[in-house]
């Protein structure tokens, strides 16, 4: 069912002709790889992370493969992962792993869809807590 929705976004937004709202904008592709960069204290957000905090971005991941599916949400990896979530919580998610969030489905447990998915919406950077998942990047589809 994800992979059909992510199926109809791309091609809805393709079609979709600008109406000047943020939705409508191109997404800035970010690949995990540019999340960190080292420091002397370890690793810290890198200035292209931080320069697209509340932008419109695409990825392209795993979803992390979770023993309890989660409402609303997943995480995705920049590789096959699963979490194994009895007594270590989900510490086997990467540190560079997003939350994606998906309003429209916040009822709803988001079943594990295999392979590679790309999804766009609007970063958020930080850490908070969304449903008992802690996270410090998030992405919010933001379009049905």
């Known amino acids: ?29 970010l690949a995990f790889t540019e ?4 420091s002397t204290q370890g690793l810290k957000p890198s200035h ?6 509340n932008k419109r971005v695409r990825l392209t991941g795993f979803m992390a493969q ?10 995705l990896a920049p590789r096959p992962v699963f979490c194994d ?5 989900n ?5 560079e792993a997003v939350l994606v969030i ?3 489905l916040a009822q ?4 594990f869809v295999p392979g590679l998915l790309e999804v766009t919406g609007i970063l958020e950077v930080g850490n908070r807590e969304e449903k008992g998942q802690v996270s410090s990047i998030r992405l919010i589809i933001d379009t049905p």
């Open 48 to 53: 292209k992370l931080i320069s697209l905090k």
């Open 35 to 38: 999340f960190f960069e080292l």
């Open 66 to 75: 979770m023993e309890n599916e989660l409402e609303g949400s997943f995480f």
């Open 108 to 111: 709803q447990k988001i079943h």
């Open 1 to 29: 069912m994800l992979v059909l929705f992510l199926t109809f976004t791309s091609i809805a937004q393709q079609r979709s002709a600008p109406t000047g709202k943020a939705v409508t904008a191109e997404p800035i592709a």
């Open 91 to 95: 510490a086997d998610i990467p540190p």
């Open 102 to 104: 998906v309003p429209f």
């Open 85 to 89: 979530e009895e007594g270590g919580g």
